[in-house]
Nanobody
Framework: QVQLVDSGGDSVQAGGSLRLSCEVS????????MGWFRQAPGREREGVAAIVTTDSSADYHHSVKGRFTISQDNTKKTVYLQMNSLKPEDTAVYYC?????????????????????WGQGTQVTVSS
């Protein structure tokens, strides 16, 4: 059974940093595409970043470009999200995700529950 286990969420002050981790288990290979989306209270899910694990090419939501960096460790089947210069508006539950079958790697598409494997979520709270 495929499982994505995400961790690393915490409470920090604005301007601080966090690193989220997502480890894949129950799957013999590393997903070609992995990423993160988030959901804040009362708001829709929002794709944040995605990475193609075969060549490390990545894409980001415009609101996090230059502050967040997605990376991977193929030997550990783990993807990371380094979040710097955090803002209160980054407060949300962050979910790791991987497409079940899609040929494309689009962070916007990670919010579709049917099309992706999801982690259980990890809370990030940024105070001003």
């Amino acid at each position: 059974q495929v499982q994505l286990v995400d961790s690393g969420g915490d409470s920090v002050q604005a301007g601080g940093s966090l690193r989220l981790s997502c480890e894949v288990s129950g799957y013999n290979y590393f997903f070609r595409c992995m990423g993160w989306f988030r959901q804040a209270p009362g708001r829709e899910r929002e794709g944040v970043a995605a990475i193609v694990t075969t060549d490390s090419s990545a894409d980001y939501h415009h609101s996090v470009k230059g502050r967040f960096t997605i990376s991977q460790d193929n030997t550990k089947k783990t993807v990371y999200l380094q979040m710097n210069s955090l803002k209160p508006e980054d407060t949300a539950v962050y979910y790791c995700a991987a497409p079940r079958r899609s040929r494309y790697c689009d962070f916007r598409a990670l919010v579709d529950r049917e099309a992706n494997y999801w982690g259980q979520g990890t809370q990030v709270t940024v105070s001003s």
